[in-house]
């Protein structure tokens, strides 16, 4: 193994040409460490070099107001000092591997972890909260100083400001050859409802959630789609239960969950803001996609009040809603219309996979069901001598056996 000699510093008639060699050298090497962080800086190796073959964050960024801005200005510590500045270019080397390996995730900050964890300092060392007027939407009341109190920090709310997605996106991730989805954008009522809530303030992050904390006085709190025709009561309806399953589906519940309503912002909330840790209140927050958009407004006893039962139906109503609807037909029949019919189609019709194309009530419609799919399937619900007991006695002494 070559052994690194340091013995021309000790011969007098030689150590002026190593002094001045390696005063050279350290020079070149300081020099290309310069350039290459100065190159490694700039857009153009952001974009072209780290980040090429992800097209679509690099669009998103130029689609923004800050497409003038250099990407340093926010993916570096403010006044980092030289060590930090380094150590966090050595860092992205990793990111530069991926990408020349074609071994990346999409989409790019997938969660937003970058906004969730930024610090505020890295906006206002531009934006002067103090000097700047605050230009909010019409009907909306955003009070910056309280959320700088409780450490909400501008990336929580402003995650997307630098990479407006405004277009389809065309990317493809390597690895799963999924499509590349859209990031959520936190500037909507339903991110705000992360921190919010219509239940009481307890614990954790739970901000008032009441009209008048954030809108001003006429502005239209009912939103377009409870103001279309058909919204009531038949489209209220479809709408929750969509939402219900979008919920489900984005917290990695069951078609199940989504039908019992086992899933709210405030249970989502509960259950993952559990503390601050030690990069703010971000990285605590319930996902955006998880909170439930109807209850930004109505607290989950608002159905059940409106209902008389609760709702959406727990996971175990199919086994105790027969007696509630002998008991409460006229609850079921406004919002399932003619109770009867509606019973009739699911328990004699889906249930059996049968079809009925007779609109007569089932009672005198039965005849022709059992002609065509036999009795066997009666007896799945009915006593062998249901039939006998009903067609002897007559249906009404027979709806006094059940």
């Known amino acids: 193994m070559p052994r690194v000699s340091f013995d021309g510093f000790k011969d ?24 290459a962080l100065g190159v490694t800086s700039t857009r153009w190796f952001c974009a072209e070099g780290c980040h090429k073959v992800q097209d679509d964050t690099i669009l998103a960024y130029e689609a923004s107001p ?33 990408t020349v390996t074609d071994n990346f995730e999409l989409p790019l900050n997938a969660e937003s972890e970058v906004g969730l ?53 065309t990317l493809k991730d390597p690895n799963t050859g999924e499509p590349n989805r859209k990031h959520e954008d936190f500037m909507s009522m339903t991110a705000c409802f992360r921190c ?8 954790g ?16 709190l009912k939103p377009e789609s409870h103001r279309a025709d058909g919204f009531y009561p038949s489209g209220h309806a479809e709408l929750a239960k969509k939402e219900q399953a979008r919920v489900a589906k984005a917290s990695g519940e069951g078609t199940g969950a989504a039908e019992a309503g086992e899933v709210s912002s405030e249970a989502a909330s509960e259950e993952e803001s559990g503390g601050h840790g030690e990069e703010g209140i971000g990285p605590s927050l319930p996902k955006v996609e998880t909170i439930n958009e109807c209850s930004t407004c109505h607290a989950e006893k608002f159905c059940s009040d409106c209902h008389g039962l609760e709702m959406p139906h727990p996971a175990d ?21 003619n109770a009867d019919r509606f019973c009739d189609d699911c328990h004699h019709g889906s249930e059996l996979e049968y079809e009925s194309r007779d609109t007569r009530p089932w ?40």
Not at 196 to 203: D, N, V, Y
Request: glycine content about 6%.
């Open 205 to 220: 992050l739970k901000a008032p959630g009441t009209c008048s904390a954030c809108h001003t006085p006429g502005f239209e």
């Open 117 to 169: 964890t930024m610090a505020s300092t890295q906006c206002t060392q531009c934006h002067n909260l103090e000097l700047r007027p605050v230009t909010p939407s019409a009907g909306i009341l955003i009070d910056h100083p309280v959320h700088e109190e409780n450490e909400v920090t501008c990336g929580i709310c402003h995650n997307r400001t630098a990479h407006v997605e405004n277009f389809e996106l």
């Open 317 to 337: 109503f199919t086994k105790e809603h027969g007696q509630l609807g002998k008991e409460k037909p006229q609850t079921c029949s406004r919002c399932h219309g």
């Open 12 to 35: 007098p008639v030689r150590r002026p040409r190593y002094i001045i060699w390696t005063g050279v050298g350290v020079l070149v090497l300081a020099a290309v460490m310069i350039v």
């Open 363 to 402: 009672l005198q419609a039965h005849p022709t069901a059992v002609k065509e799919l036999g009795a066997e399937t009666c007896f799945d619900c009915h006593d062998p001598t249901y039939c006998a007991y009903c067609h002897v006695n007559g249906p009404e002494a027979s709806r006094a056996q059940q």
């Open 66 to 98: 800050h497409s003038e801005i250099s990407c340093m200005a926010c993916h570096m510590p403010v006044n980092a000092n030289p060590v930090v500045f380094i150590l966090h270019k050595a860092e992205a080397l990793g990111e530069l591997y991926l």
């Open 196 to 203: 919010h809530t219509q239940g009481a303030k307890s614990e």
